[in-house]
């Protein structure tokens, strides 16, 4: 991987914390207004346009109710300002059909000047998740 510097750092370290189910750490990285997309809707239960930290929780709750991540690897992190995008793969399961999926992902990362996050998107194989799903 890259060498990290300042918000690419902190990116890698919130993927750490997802890693090891420390979404409060995540959570706590946001601004109160933070903005946070993810793309699928309808198909996909957790995707959408989540407002501030308590609805963050809730996608991360949606999320585990929806997903078993059996491999979620980070390949890439660039940082630019404040801005960070890292891409990476996963491999999944629906807990609902037992159906098994993979994509590649790309995240994106905008950090205001008291290094939180204002706004997150999250881009990836959405047919193949909506797939596994049904």
């Not at 300042?6 to 409060?24: E, M, P, S, T």
């Not at 996963?90 to 992902?105: E, G, L, P, V, Y």
Request: glycine share 6%.
């Amino acid at each position: 991987m890259e060498t990290l510097v300042h918000y690419g750092q902190k990116v890698a370290n919130l993927y750490d914390a997802f890693k090891r189910g420390d979404i409060n750490m995540i959570v706590n990285s946001l601004s109160r207004d933070c903005i946070w997309e993810v793309m699928g809707q309808p198909d996909i239960p957790f995707a959408g346009i989540y407002h501030g930290r308590d609805d963050v929780k809730e996608f991360f709750m949606k999320l585990n109710d929806t997903l078993d991540m059996s491999d979620f690897v980070v390949e890439h992190i660039l940082e630019n300002d404040h801005l960070v995008m890292a891409c990476g793969h996963m491999n999944a399961m629906a807990r609902t059909t037992n159906k098994r999926f993979s994509t590649f992902w790309c995240m994106q990362f905008e950090f205001n000047d008291q290094e939180e996050i204002v706004h997150f998107r999250d881009c990836g194989d959405t047919l193949a998740c909506a797939r596994a799903l049904k």
